[in-house]
């Protein structure tokens, strides 16, 4: 686990199969730690636990679920979030705390945003960092970082479908973020700084593409 911002931490790079690579964040919050996605590293969760262990949990889609999440809940009795739509997929391995079902603010200054589209419960996280005026967009892998910009996918099995991805693009575009940090991509890179022009370009041309 390496830590890349003054509250935030990245963990070891995870393959659950080729091609793509994901990572959990782990976010020192004013009064308490969050972990941002999943990880199953047993040396990261090892490392957490010296860093003062999480009080929540959040995951942004069902991609991210996995029997780590029970390990991580009894290891530091910790809340775990999900959107209602992803609720059926994450009981599977544990309970879930608490369901979103809009986009609604929670602890410590935390925006938790209904971003659907990659699939229909999928939820984004934004948060106004005190160190530098950073402001984080956490997106699941709705966007995600590759050699030609920046891509996503649309899983209409899952609920997903292209109206929605398309709104949620549009909203990322309006929330300004200087960081944007994908759980999984096709490169080891899924934590990225942007500029609002940058950022606004690419994901207006991936908008263009998703229209044809």
């Given at each position: 686990?390496?830590?890349?911002?003054?509250?935030?931490?990245?963990?070891?790079?995870?393959?659950?199969?080729?091609?793509?690579?994901?990572?959990?964040?782990?976010?020192?919050?004013?009064?308490?730690?969050?972990?941002?996605?999943?990880?199953?590293?047993?040396?990261?969760?090892?490392?957490?636990?010296?860093?003062?262990?999480?009080?929540?949990?959040?995951?942004?889609?069902?991609?991210?679920?996995?029997?780590?999440?029970?390990?991580?809940?009894?290891?530091?009795?910790?809340?775990?979030?999900?959107?209602?739509?992803?609720?059926?997929?994450?009981?599977?391995?544990?309970?879930?705390?608490?369901?979103?079902?809009?986009?609604?603010?929670?602890?410590?200054?935390?925006?938790?945003?209904?971003?659907?589209?990659?699939?229909?419960?999928?939820?984004?996280?934004?948060?106004?960092?005190?160190?530098?005026?950073?402001?984080?967009?956490?997106?699941?892998?709705?966007?995600?970082?590759?050699?030609?910009?920046?891509?996503?996918?649309?899983?209409?099995?899952?609920?997903?479908?292209?109206?929605?991805?398309?709104?949620?693009?549009?909203?990322?575009?309006?929330?300004?973020?200087?960081?944007?940090?994908?759980?999984?991509?096709?490169?080891?890179?899924?934590?990225?700084?942007?500029?609002h022009s940058g950022w606004k370009?690419?994901?207006?041309?991936?908008?263009?593409?998703?229209?044809?």
């Amino acid at each position: 686990m390496k830590q890349i911002r003054e509250d935030l931490w990245e963990t070891s790079s995870e393959s659950p199969f080729s091609g793509m690579y994901t990572h959990a964040y782990f976010l020192k919050c004013k009064r308490s730690n969050i972990l941002i996605y999943n990880t199953s590293n047993e040396n990261d969760i090892d490392l957490i636990h010296e860093m003062g262990g999480i009080d929540t949990q959040y995951l942004s889609h069902r991609d991210e679920v996995g029997p780590s999440m029970g390990k991580i809940k009894n290891k530091f009795s910790s809340d775990l979030v999900c959107h209602d739509l992803e609720r059926k997929y994450v009981e599977k391995y544990c309970d879930v705390d608490t369901l979103i079902k809009e986009s609604m603010s929670h602890t410590n200054g935390l925006q938790i945003l209904h971003t659907p589209g990659h699939t229909n419960g999928s939820i984004s996280f934004i948060y106004d960092s005190p160190f530098e005026n950073q402001r984080y967009l956490f997106m699941g892998d709705t966007v995600y970082l590759t050699k030609q910009g920046w891509n996503s996918l649309i899983f209409p099995e899952n609920g997903g479908n292209k109206e929605s991805l398309i709104n949620t693009l549009e909203n990322y575009i309006l929330l300004k973020p200087n960081v944007v940090i994908s759980s999984g991509s096709s490169q080891p890179i899924t934590c990225t700084e942007v500029n609002h022009s940058g950022w606004k370009k690419g994901i207006t041309k991936l908008i263009s593409q998703l229209q044809l």
